[in-house]
């Protein structure tokens, strides 16, 4: 018999985020696979692979990310579409993973939705998940099937490092997020303040102080997403009252939720960077405070890591 052929390598996507699973396709210079992901007159998705997949190592590409049960439906199809197909290997590539907050039962009679998405996912038919900047990195641990966790700290950095800030500090906007700056901040080669939020009693408003050196310095507020930018507006204003210079932003998952995006504009923010993990609403375009970063190639480099079997801890930094 004639030697087996590698399996093709072979890249699809929903309607979460198609500009980015073209953009990776084009990174790995190969075309976007074929299929037809539509509605049902009810809403229902349907959906058709329209290629040859049997025996392909298949790359599906959609954030769960707003409409977030809409494109958490159609991933779970689009899975369950590739195993019937006969795929050899099946990748679910969540750039954004949605249903990530309710990572543990911190009150009484409330669900773990984090590892119930997971279930779902593992049933559906993936093999595999590629995901960037979990939430809470214990989500890892709710699949069992491998998971490459990669971070988007090598892009935001760079572009932090080409703007060449002087008497920059970064800033946690919460005690939560504490190791996340302390990590970029190592990497900027500069010193870590920290916001810490309390709410004295239930008819007083939050309070926020300021631990660590921010006055005269330009500040750099880093989370991994930004949901209604109420908690980041504040923090901005909390800084600058503390005497701050200069005040940026960065984030990696850009939910900008209801009036995000007005608040960031109105806001003591000068810029907001933020990745392409999530499709930018039009709104936020005609905003100049607002800019992303992609992190195509990232995953592209990850994707072909995967497809390789090379190792893919090079690029987590």
């Not at 926020?208 to 750099?220: A, D, H, K, T, Y």
């Not at 210079?245 to 504009?265: K, L, M, S, T, Y």
């Amino acid at each position: 018999m004639p030697d087996r052929k590698q399996h093709a390598l072979k890249v699809f996507s929903g309607n979460a985020n198609p500009e980015l699973a073209r953009e990776i396709c084009d990174h790995l210079e190969i075309p976007l696979g074929k299929a037809d992901v539509s509605r049902f007159p009810d809403g229902e998705v349907q959906f058709q692979i329209l290629e040859n997949v049997r025996g392909a190592d298949v790359f599906v590409i959609q954030p769960t990310c707003r409409p977030v049960n809409d494109n958490l439906i159609e991933l779970l199809i689009m899975l369950d579409a590739f195993r019937r197909a006969s795929a050899n290997r099946i990748t679910a590539v969540i750039p954004y993973y949605g249903y990530a907050r309710q990572d543990r039962k911190d009150r009484p009679r409330v669900p773990i939705s984090s590892k119930l998405v997971a279930d779902l996912l593992t049933t559906a038919g993936a093999n595999r998940v590629l995901a960037l900047d979990l939430h809470a990195g214990q989500i890892q641990g709710y699949f069992n099937i491998p998971v490459d966790h990669l971070y988007a700290t090598p892009v935001t950095v760079k572009y932090f490092k080409k703007l060449r800030l002087k008497n920059m500090t970064v800033v946690s906007p919460d005690t939560g997020g504490v190791e996340r700056a302390r990590s970029f901040a190592k990497k900027l080669q500069a010193p870590l303040a920290i916001i810490d939020k309390r709410r004295e009693d239930a008819n007083t408003v939050e309070v926020m102080n300021v631990i660590g050196e921010v006055e005269g310095r330009v500040c750099l507020i880093v989370d991994d997403m930004i949901d209604t930018g109420g908690t980041l507006a504040r923090a901005a204003k909390t800084l600058k009252d503390k005497g701050a210079e200069r005040v940026f932003a960065c984030c990696v998952h850009g939910v900008f939720a209801g009036d995000a995006i007005e608040r960031i504009c109105h806001s003591e923010l000068e810029q907001v960077v933020t990745t392409n993990s999530i499709p930018l609403r039009h709104e936020g375009r005609d905003c100049a405070r607002i800019k992303v970063l992609s992190v195509g190639k990232l995953l592209a480099e990850a994707i072909w890591s995967i497809h390789e079997e090379t190792s893919v801890s090079r690029l987590f930094i």
